[in-house]
């Protein structure tokens, strides 16, 4: 059963502390999305990947955060420093080949920063 | 940046009502999905309609589309408890092939909450 991956399911850390979230995305799917999910600002695209090149990251605020993709198989996204407005869920999702029709999304990532 | 505006914001009807959730959006489009998120879980896709088409059906769901207004609705005929949930549009905007399908961005709604009361 293909799925999305993501880790941790829950952190929670101190302001100032560094953040990794792991995305997994599904075997062979070459387009990988993070978004960020908050009651105020609902679903935020952070920033998208095809082939594992950054397409989109103008919704990232880059003075903290930073998302990459090693390798084919692992999107990453940092924040450091974690601020206490960066609580949120973090999703993940990924997408087949050139052309989709749909994405897969993750279970997310809840991080609270106190 | 939102692309989609959705209405209403909750909605909550009877066991075996129709609920209809509207979308709209500002930019041109190649395709508008339609994701449900039950509470504490990742979005999973339910249909998607594209530039060309003005309806499409899937099971007790109905979608329709309107380029020219730049909306779209979602409506759930004779629904059930276990449709309770958010439902957000999601539109694609960036480039497609020959066959219709995305190459996209994609960027969501602020969702309606659907509460279905047995």
């Known amino acids: 059963d293909a799925r999305v991956t993501q880790t941790p399911r829950d952190k929670v850390t101190e302001m100032g502390q560094e953040v990794t979230m792991r995305c997994q995305p599904i075997?062979?799917?070459?387009?990988v999305f993070w978004y960020r999910q908050t009651m105020m600002q609902g679903l935020e695209l952070l920033a998208y990947?095809?082939?594992?090149?950054?397409?989109?990251d103008s919704g990232m605020p880059k003075d903290r955060f930073s998302a990459e993709m090693p390798d084919a198989t692992l999107a990453t996204l940092k924040i450091q420093p974690s601020e206490p407005r960066d609580s949120a869920v973090y999703f993940c999702?990924?997408?087949?080949?050139?052309?989709?029709?749909?994405?897969?999304f993750g279970q997310g990532t809840r991080l609270t920063v106190v | 940046s939102q692309q989609g505006e959705e209405d209403p914001q909750a909605l909550s009807i009877q066991e075996g009502e129709n609920a209809t959730m509207n979308c709209s959006y500002k930019t041109s489009i190649n395709n508008l999905q339609w994701y449900r998120q039950n509470s504490g879980r990742g979005l999973v896709h339910l249909i998607l309609i594209r530039s060309n088409e003005r309806e499409k059906h899937s099971g007790r769901l109905r979608v329709t589309l309107d380029t020219s207004k730049k909306s779209s609705s979602l409506l759930i005929t004779a629904s059930r408890a276990a449709d309770t949930a958010s439902y957000f549009c999601a539109t694609d905007d960036h480039g497609f092939n020959a066959g219709g399908t995305s190459y996209g961005k994609l960027t969501f709604g602020q969702g309606t909450i659907l509460t279905v009361h047995p």
């Open positions: 990947f095809r082939n594992r090149a950054p397409l989109d």
């Open positions: 999702a990924s997408a087949p080949g050139t052309g989709y029709t749909e994405a897969f």
């Open positions: 075997l062979g799917h070459n387009t």
